[in-house]
């Protein structure tokens, strides 16, 4: 079997593919020269993670493809049920990524609260000229304890920042469209374990009690939040999107930004990927990232472990 990881995968990845029989090409090649590339190598597995599309022309035209995975959770880059109906095996990795997702949320969080990302961008500018002045600009932060932070979807990356949230001390709500209740497990380095129960929320419920709003759901139709949304939260909220583009509207978020209601915004995906709009770019209450929420060593060897062994898996057996 011959694969090919187009967006990359690990080493220990790789090395674990070819200790098991099969080449591995980790080729990057352009989206319009995939088809050519996959039936001249005969590729029967194609790997991915957010850059690659693959969509029904691909399938159609690659009678060697077999597999398809997706190193990472969202599968929206991917033609699943097609690919299925087709008669190729579809996988994801969703549990490998869950934590390096939490954890930028919270460095949002986090810079956001004490203003860091600005201060980041004025400190090399005027540091030597304005220090008292930026000083006092930055003086009015905010600790998170006892503050309520509302997680909406509250699948494994939900859960994890649930996690994150309880040792900064924060008062956790969720709101999910398919589950209800669920109990958390934190497991510390020295073997002790805590356990305990989030309560669940109504969405219009959550945006009028959190002073923190991070959303966790799949790609959607329509926004999730936009004018409606945002004029039910609390004055002073923060918000954080490291979920997918277009959850939220970006131009209405900004609009509220200036007004006030909303204090500041964390955002590691956007609505025109690669291209996120100018507007977006350079207001000065966003926190940005560029989509890097999977991308920590440690969740990419989980990633490439995780797909080899589905892969050898579904091959074997």
């Known amino acids: 079997m011959i694969v090919l990881a187009n967006d990359g995968i690990s080493q220990v990845g790789v090395k674990k593919l070819e200790n098991n029989g099969f080449k591995v090409f980790t080729t990057n090649v352009a989206q319009e020269q995939l088809v050519d590339f996959i039936n001249k190598n005969s ?6 993670r957010s850059a690659t599309k693959v969509r029904k022309d691909i399938i159609d035209s690659c009678k060697s493809l077999k597999l398809i995975g997706r190193g990472g959770v969202g599968m929206d880059n991917i033609d699943v049920e097609y690919a299925k109906a087709k008669g ?9 990524s869950s934590l390096s997702v939490a954890e930028l949320v919270f460095a949002h969080l986090m810079s956001c609260s004490r203003f860091l990302h600005d201060s980041n961008r004025n400190m090399p500018l005027e540091g030597d000229s304005n220090f008292k002045k930026l000083k006092k600009n930055y003086a009015k932060g905010s600790e998170l304890k006892n503050k309520t932070i509302g997680i909406i979807g509250f699948g494994r990356i939900g859960q994890e920042v649930a996690k ?7 008062n956790i709500i969720f709101c999910d469209h398919f589950l209800k209740e669920a109990e958390i ?10 356990c305990f129960t989030p309560n669940s929320v109504s969405l219009d419920e959550l945006l009028g009690k959190s002073d923190y709003i991070t959303l966790h759901v ?14 039910k939260m609390k004055d002073g909220v923060g918000i954080i999107n490291a979920a997918r583009g277009g959850v939220l509207n970006e131009e209405s978020l900004i609009k509220f930004i200036d007004s006030g209601k909303i204090k500041f915004a964390g955002l590691d ?8 709009s100018i507007k977006t770019l350079m207001n000065s209450k966003l926190s940005l990232t560029p989509h890097i929420g999977a991308a920590t060593s440690e969740a990419q060897e989980r990633i490439g472990l995780e797909l080899a062994d589905q892969i050898i898996s579904i091959v074997h057996n």
Request: glycine share 6%.
């Open 269 to 276: 995906t956007f609505e025109n990927e690669p291209n996120p």
């Open 88 to 96: 190729l095996s579809v996988i994801n990795t969703p549990a490998a």
């Open 218 to 231: 799949p790609s959607q139709k329509d926004y999730l939040l936009d004018e409606k949304e945002f004029s």
């Open 164 to 170: 994150i949230a309880y040792g900064c001390g924060m």
């Open 43 to 48: 590729i029967t597995c194609l790997l991915v």
């Open 185 to 194: 497990k934190i497991t510390f380095s020295d073997g002790q374990r805590i």
